[in-house]
C-alpha cells in the first residue's frame, strides 16, 4: 500500500459505528475513520460481518523487493545442493576434519562459501563458526564438537531486532547412528540449507533497517542440537528476535503416489505456545487465544507478504507445531519463546528421506539430489526472501498491546508502546469475528498509543500493527488483557 492508503479510504459518511478517539499518553485527539459495511464475500471467513474499518489487503511487494526475488538463482541452488549431497555423509558424528567427505568437510565448505558473499556486503555481513562441544546423551554417544555456520547482515536502524532463518547441514540415514555410509541428505536438508544460502547471497548486499541471521544448523537429526545451542545463546543475551523460519525438507515436489504440486508450501505454525506459563495459560483460555499466538501472527504475515504472483506460491498454513513423529529446529526457537514456524514441501515422499542409498525390485531409495525440483526450491527461496525482506523493511510488531479490561463497556479501548524506527508513520487496528481465521477488516489510527474502537471486545478479536512511511507493515500483535 501507499502511504496515502494508510490514511483511509472509502465511505466518510459518520456513524457511531466508527472508530471513537485515539490519543498518546500525552494528549488527547479525535480521529475520524471510514466505515466500511463488509460483505461476507469481503470479509474472508468473516461470516459476512460489518463493522468499523475496511476490508483488509495482502501487502504487494514493493520495487526493492521484486528486484531481490529477480536475483535467486536457480542454478546456484541447484549447484549448491549438488555440492552438499558430495560430500558424501554429512552425519553429526561423520569425521571433521577429512577435507572431502563427513560433515566437517561440508562445514567448512558452507563457511567459505558465506566469507565470500560476506565480502561483498560493505562490512554488514559477518560470519562464524558457533561451536560447542555436546557432551554424551541422546544419538550423542560421545562428546562431539557441533557447529553452526551463522551469517549475520545487521540492520542498519533497527539493529537489535533480529530475523532468522535456517537450514540444517547435517544429514542421515536408515539408522540414525551410522555415521559412515553415504547419506546425500539432497532434500533432507541440503535443500534448506541452499534456501538459507542464496538468501544471504541476494541480501548481502543489500541495506536492510532490520538484522536478518542466516544459519546452517548441525545435529538436528540428533536431537536438534545446533538450532537448541543457537536459540539458548540469544536468549541468553537477551537478543530480540521477532520471527524465526526453519527450511526442512523443501527440496520436492513429487509425492510417494508420483503426484506433484509445484506451487504449494507448507507453513507449520503452532497455537498454543511452547513456552507458555501457567500464567499466560490461564490468560489464554479466560480470552480464547489459541489461534493467536506470536507463531500464527507470523504465518498470516507470511501468508500476506509471499502468497502472491511474484513467488508463484500458495502457502499452506498448517495449525500444527510440525508433523506427526518429527520435528524441525524451528521447535528449539518455540521452546525459548520466539514466535517460529516451520517450512516443508506439500506432500512428502519417504522412500527419499532416512533411507540408505539402494535399489530394491527396480526402486531406487535414498536421499539423491535427481529427486529434488529445483524449480521448486528456487520459488520457496522466494517464499522465504518475500517474508524476511517484509519484516526487516517494516516496523517491529508492537509491544505492549493491552486490550483495557477494567470497566463493562460496549466498545474496545487498546494501548501500546509507541516504537523507536525512525520511519514510524503509526499504527492500525485490525479485527475478525471470533470463527474467523484470518483478519479481515482494518482501521488506521495514526501515530498514537491508544485508541477506542466503538465494537465490543466480547464479541470480536482485535489486534494492532505497525505501519512505516513507505507502507510496510508489521506483524500483528494480539492484546493481553490489562488496564
Known sequence: MTPQDFRGDGPTRPSRRTFLSAATAGAAATVAAPLAGTSSAAASGGGGASGPGRPIRPQSPDRELRELLREIDERRIEATVRRLAAFGT???????????????????????????????????????LQSYVQEPASRIPVPTRITNVVATLRGETSPDRIYVVTGHYDSRCTDVMDATSDAPGADDDASGVAVAMELARV?????????????????????????????????????DVQGMFSDDIVG?????????????????????????????????????????????????????VADNDSTGMRIRVIYRRDRYL????????????????????????????????????GKQYGDLPEFCDFEYITRVAKVNAAA????????????????????????????????TEPDLAGYEIVWRETTAPEWTHVIPVGDVGTATVDLSKDNVFFGVRAVDTAGHRSPVAFPRPGS
Open 252 to 304: 520436492s515436489s513429487t509425492a510417494d503416489d508420483g503426484t506433484r504440486d509445484r506451487r504449494t508450501l507448507r507453513l507449520f505454525a503452532e497455537g498454543v505456545p511452547t513456552a507458555e506459563t501457567p500464567a499466560e495459560a490461564n490468560t489464554r483460555r479466560s480470552v480464547g487465544g489459541e489461534n493467536d499466538s506470536p507463531s500464527r501472527q507470523l504465518a498470516r504475515y507470511v501468508s500476506d
Open 388 to 419: 524476511l525482506w517484509s519484516l526487516a523493511q517494516a516496523p517491529g510488531t508492537p509491544k505492549g498491546v493491552t486490550i483495557v479490561t477494567t470497566n463493562l463497556t460496549n466498545d474496545t479501548e487498546l494501548r501500546w508502546t509507541r516504537g
Open 203 to 239: 541480501m548481502a548486499t543489500r541495506r536492510s533497517e532490520a538484522t536478518i541471521v542466516f544459519a546452517a544448523v548441525a545435529g538436528e537429526e540428533q536431537g536438534l542440537y545446533g538450532s537448541g545451542y543457537l536459540a539458548r545463546q540469544f536468549k541468553a543475551a537477551g537478543a
Open 326 to 361: 518429527r520435528g524441525s529446529d524451528h521447535i528449539s526457537f518455540l521452546e525459548q519463546g520466539y514466535p517460529a514456524g516451520r517450512f516443508t514441501e506439500p506432500n512428502e515422499d519417504f522412500a527419499h528421506q532416512h533411507q540408505d542409498v539402494r535399489v530394491v525390485d
Open 90 to 128: 554429512r552425519h553429526t558424528l561423520s569425521s571433521q576434519d577429512d577435507p572431502v567427505r563427513g560433515i566437517g568437510a561440508a562445514r567448512d565448505w558452507i563457511h567459505e562459501q558465506l566469507r565470500g558473499y560476506a565480502d561483498r556486503s560493505g562490512g554488514r555481513m559477518t560470519v562464524e
